[in-house]
């Protein structure tokens, strides 16, 4: 009788464990003694019942509160998780000239770079491009619509000379 007891605690002892190696959280969690996955016992009124948003399922549990409102305002004290931190991305909205911009000056420092250190050979811009729509993230096609865009507003230049001013 008491090697089956003990046998259940081993077994009881190594589910926990997994259990606790695969979601740390958990453990700082009871040690606290914070509940995490409480659900709401009163429905709210000011969200809707039925959303499309399934955001929700991609988060991991317990990280970080249900109400996304007092995500605004976070208090940074002692040691955080950085990836916990909710980041305020609705100021930043950037024009596609700006963005058009951003590209061509990369393309440009990247051809400065290959011409200084006299690496430049015949598929030098082949491989600046490729740099660049791997920096960007762009697919063949933005970049040919890019190239597009560039070539009718001269961007190159334009971004040539704006880089040359600041060093005279």
Known sequence: MIKIFLKAAILVFIILSIYFIVNPSACSNLMMGRVTNSPDTEPRIDLPVATADHSEMFTPSGDQPLDKSANKEQKVEGITDT????????????????????????YVELENEYAQSKKA????????????????????EEWEAFLQRATKSNLFDKVRRDLAAPAK
């Open 83 to 106: 990836n916990s931190l909710v980041k305020d991305n609705a100021g930043e909205e950037y024009s596609q000239e700006d963005i058009d911009y951003a590209v061509a000056s990369r």
């Open 121 to 140: 050979t015949k598929d030098t811009a082949k491989e600046i491009s490729y740099q660049v729509m791997d920096d960007f993230e762009l697919t063949p």
